[in-house]
T-cell receptor, first 114, second 111 residues
Framework: DQQVKQNSPSLSVQEGRISILNCDYT??????FLWYKKYPAEGPTFLIS?????DKNEDGRFTVFLNKSAKHLSLHIVPSQPGDSAVYFC?????????????FGGGTRLMVKP | EAQVTQNPRYLITVTGKKLTVTCSQN?????MSWYRQDPGLGLRQIYY???????DKGDVPEGYKVSRKEKRNFPLILESPSPNQTSLYFC??????????FGAGSRLTVL
């Protein structure tokens, strides 16, 4: 059973508009959340993260929101640009005896149309 | 340039023919990990290593082996590949084992 889910496999947005990518999790022990971006033929690259003690983290055009009670986080991209077209993975981490390990969602393919 | 290097990037092989995918990082990271990416399933962890000579199973370790004899290298070994191991594989490393740096990926096809 997937502990981290991205229910939208794809999303299409017009350039200049807001992109909202969603992620849900089931494990209440997760305490750190990350978003990775992946272009074709490349490995995922770290985009932005948020700790469970916060509900918002902003970095330029990218903002991540965390709703712990709903076990939901979202990534907002404003304004969206064609170069943002990529697959976005949500990931969550929970500390255990072996250290933090990341659990990834299935990914959402974002297409930003010029 | 700080990077994680995987080889080969593409490989087509046949069932049962042993293969190794190499992974090397030049950032002196202690933590390294292997993932496989399959449609709709995202990235699933195969094995990870917290340090030299320390390895542990991830979520999907069956059919794979790893070794960590040196800090920079973390090869993934498929002793007897099967078609269900056809996938896109990523090696990653990190100082903190949370913010990962990924390699470019190795696409493996097992016929």
């Amino acid at each position: 059973d997937q502990q981290v889910k991205q229910n939208s496999p794809s999303l299409s947005v017009q350039e200049g508009r807001i992109s909202i990518l969603n992620c849900d999790y089931t494990n209440s022990m997760f305490d750190y959340f990350l978003w990775y971006k992946k272009y074709p033929a490349e490995g995922p690259t770290f985009l932005i993260s948020i700790s469970s003690i916060k509900d918002k983290n902003e970095d330029g055009r990218f903002t991540v929101f965390l709703n712990k009670s709903a076990k939901h986080l979202s990534l907002h991209i404003v304004p969206s640009q064609p170069g943002d077209s990529a697959v976005y993975f949500c990931a969550a981490s929970a500390f255990n005896n072996a250290g933090n390990m990341l659990t990834f969602g299935g990914g959402t393919r974002l297409m930003v149309k010029p | 340039e700080a990077q994680v290097t995987q080889n080969p990037r593409y490989l087509i092989t046949v069932t049962g023919k042993k293969l190794t995918v190499t992974c090397s990082q030049n950032m002196n990271h202690e933590y390294m990990s292997w993932y496989r990416q399959d449609p709709g399933l995202g990235l699933r962890q195969i094995y990870y290593s917290m340090n030299v000579e320390v390895t542990d199973k991830g979520d999907v370790p069956e059919g794979y082996k790893v070794s960590r004899k040196e800090k920079r290298n973390f090869p993934l070994i498929l002793e007897s590949p099967s078609p269900n191991q056809t996938s896109l594989y990523f090696c990653a490393s990190s100082l903190s084992n949370v913010n990962l740096t990924f390699g470019a990926g190795s696409r493996l096809t097992v016929l």
